[in-house]
């Protein structure tokens, strides 16, 4: 069965203090694994789409990479607006265009 | 503002009542997603339609239905409401999914 999880279900940080959000994913041909960020009360944001392993993308602090089973999403320097959930979903060949999205991280940047 | 729209932001309805949640896609985006995403199951994908024609199902019940219209507005229709219905439910769409969904800000709905 697919499925996908994410690790920490929370994450408190201090302002500054880099770390990683985790996804990880067992699903049967993946066309593409994406990264969302959710503010509360709000839907989510479109961060970032990996397709292969060994793939990168940036933007501001935040980092994504793919491997075979899973994703990370680095966080360098938080700040207190970067506090969200983070998101992951996977878009698989027999998903047509739709998504399986993971629980969640709720990210936490305190000053 | 994403360019989706959804109406209204919030509703609250007693059980077994009917509601009519409301989505407009972003201009030029064929594609539009319904996902129900409550505390305890994240974001579950309901239904989706490109260009007026239902094109996938997910883990949507019997009670609920959907349609697109001809100016590509969609809604998404909740019958004889139960307390576990109570959710934000989000509408998507996208020109091409490659490039992920654009989300609305959702509808909040409780069932009392």
């Known amino acids: 069965e697919d499925q996908v999880t994410q690790s920490p279900e929370a994450l408190r940080l201090q302002e500054g203090e880099s770390s990683s959000l985790n996804c990880s994913y067992t699903?049967?041909?993946?066309?593409?694994l994406f990264w969302y960020r959710q503010d509360p009360g709000k839907g989510p944001e479109f961060l970032f789409t990996l397709y292969s392993a060994g793939e990168e993308k940036e933007k501001e602090r935040l980092k994504a990479t793919l491997t075979k089973k899973e994703s990370f999403l680095h966080i360098t320097a938080p700040k207190p607006e970067d506090s969200a959930t983070y998101l992951c979903a996977v878009q698989a060949v027999n998903y047509g265009q739709n998504f399986v999205f993971g629980p969640g991280t709720r990210l936490s940047v305190l000053p | 503002d994403s360019g989706v729209t959804q109406t209204p932001k919030h509703l609250i309805t007693a059980t077994g009542q009917r509601v009519t949640l409301r989505c407009s896609p972003r201009s030029g985006d064929l594609s539009v997603y319904w996902y129900q995403q409550s505390l305890d199951q994240g974001l579950q994908f309901l239904i989706q339609?490109?260009?007026?024609?239902?094109?996938a199902k997910g883990n949507i019940l019997e009670r609920f239905s959907a349609q697109q219209f001809p100016d590509l507005h969609s809604e998404l229709n909740l019958s004889s409401l139960e307390l576990g219905d109570s959710a934000l439910y989000f509408c998507?769409?996208?020109?091409?999914?490659?490039?992920?969904?654009?989300f609305g800000s959702g509808t909040r709905l409780t069932v009392v």
């Open positions: 699903v049967s041909g993946l066309r593409g």
């Open positions: 998507a769409s996208s020109v091409d999914s490659s490039y992920g969904y654009t």
């Open positions: 339609y490109y260009n007026g024609e239902e094109r």
